[in-house]
T-cell receptor, first 115, second 113 residues
């Protein structure tokens, strides 16, 4: 079955700490990978995406993610978090050969950054 | 995204009532989606549409009905609301051929009493 698993449900960090959020997926075939962020009370916004090419992708606000095909992983990283990064983060995947657009989301990780 | 609007933003209703949530895009993107967001489940796809008059079920379609007579509108109807349908509902659009980035509306928070 197709699925996305985010290992950390709730992460608490102090400002300036480094962040890594895990994401693993199960999907037959070639995939497109996404990280979305949802700030409190707001809608989902795209942080970054991977379709092909360099497996290390850079997104907005200093975030980056690395696609490791052999591990079916797409972990999100940021070297130094800020209080404004407090939000919920979602990993998502769809099949590149699919024309349905169906995105499969992980359960989400709530990040709390303490000032 | 300013090009996607959802109405109403908040709705309280009672069990058994019919409720319609509206999603409107100012562009003419082909693909539109409805998700529900619940704690511990992330976002789950309810229905999607690849074009006007073309709709298909997602992961959790039971109890919901959709239609798409116009490209820019994608209403979601709860025919007989149940408490388990209390959730936040997000509409999304996708500009590519079905595998590109999805952009989300502001959401509708629905409470069924």
């Amino acid at each position: 079955a197709q699925s996305v698993s985010q290992h950390n449900h709730h992460v608490i960090l102090s400002e300036a700490a480094s962040l890594e959020l895990g994401c693993n997926y199960s999907y037959g075939g070639t995939v497109n990978l996404f990280w979305y962020v949802q700030y409190p009370g707001q809608h989902l916004q795209l942080l970054l995406k991977y379709f092909s090419g360099d497996p290390l992708v850079k997104g907005i606000k200093g975030f980056e993610a690395e696609f490791i095909k052999s591990k079916f992983s797409f972990n999100l990283r940021k070297p130094s978090v800020q209080w404004s990064d407090t939000a919920e983060y979602f990993c998502a995947v769809n099949g590149r050969s699919s024309n349905t657009g169906k995105l499969i989301f992980g359960q989400g990780t709530t990040l709390q950054v303490k000032p | 995204d300013a090009g996607i609007t959802q109405s109403p933003r908040y709705k309280i209703t009672e069990t058994g009532r019919q409720v319609t949530l509206m999603c409107h895009q100012t562009w003419s993107h082909s693909y539109m989606f409805w998700y529900r967001q619940d704690l511990g489940h992330g976002l789950r796809l309810i229905y999607y549409s690849a074009a006007a008059d073309i709709t298909d079920k997602g992961e959790v379609p039971d109890g919901y009905v959709v239609s798409r007579s116009k490209t820019e509108n994608f209403p979601l109807t709860l025919e007989s609301a149940t408490r388990s349908q209390t959730s936040v509902y997000f509409c999304a659009i996708e500009a590519g051929g079905g595998t590109d980035t999805q952009y989300f509306g502001p959401g509708t928070r629905l409470t069924v009493l």
